[in-house]
C-alpha cells in the first residue's frame, strides 16, 4: 500500500486546512483497515488526529474533535482531512497512515504552515 498527502502547504489564520490522502496498491474499502491522519508539530512529537474505517465509521482525537472531519472518496480512492478554525499552532508536519493487522504504511508527509 502506498500513501501520498497533497494539499496547501500554507493556510492563513482561522480558514480550514484541507488535506487529501490517495491511495494506491490496495482499496480504502478493504476490510481491517484504518486510515489515519497523523501530525508532527515542530520539534514535537507524533499526535494522532484521527482515523476512518474501512466502513466508513470514523474516530477523532478528543483534542481537536470539534474541528476535524475525516471523509473518504472511495470513488478516487481517497481520505481526507479538514481542520477548521487554524491557529499557529496548527502548523505541522501532516502524514497519511494505513493501519491493518499490525501493519503500518505512511506517506512521506506535507508541511502544514499556518501564517498570515
Known amino acids: 500500500v502506498q500513501l501520498q498527502e497533497s494539499g496547501p502547504g500554507l493556510v492563513k489564520p482561522s480558514q480550514t486546512l484541507s488535506l487529501t490522502c490517495t491511495v494506491s496498491?490496495?482499496?480504502?474499502?478493504?476490510?481491517?483497515?484504518?486510515w489515519t491522519w497523523i501530525r508532527q508539530p515542530p520539534g514535537k512529537g507524533l499526535e494522532w488526529m484521527g482515523a476512518i474505517k474501512s466502513s466508513g465509521y470514523t474516530y477523532y482525537s478528543p483534542s481537536h474533535q470539534s474541528r476535524t472531519s475525516i471523509s473518504r472518496d472511495t470513488s478516487n480512492n481517497q481520505f481526507t482531512l479538514q481542520l477548521s478554525s487554524v491557529t499557529p499552532e496548527d502548523t505541522a508536519v501532516y502524514y497519511c497512515?494505513?493501519?491493518?493487522?499490525?501493519?503500518?504504511?505512511w506517506g512521506k508527509g506535507t508541511l502544514v504552515t499556518v501564517s498570515s
Open positions: 496498491g490496495g482499496s480504502i474499502t478493504s476490510n481491517y483497515y484504518y
Open positions: 497512515n494505513a493501519g491493518v493487522l499490525g501493519m503500518d504504511y
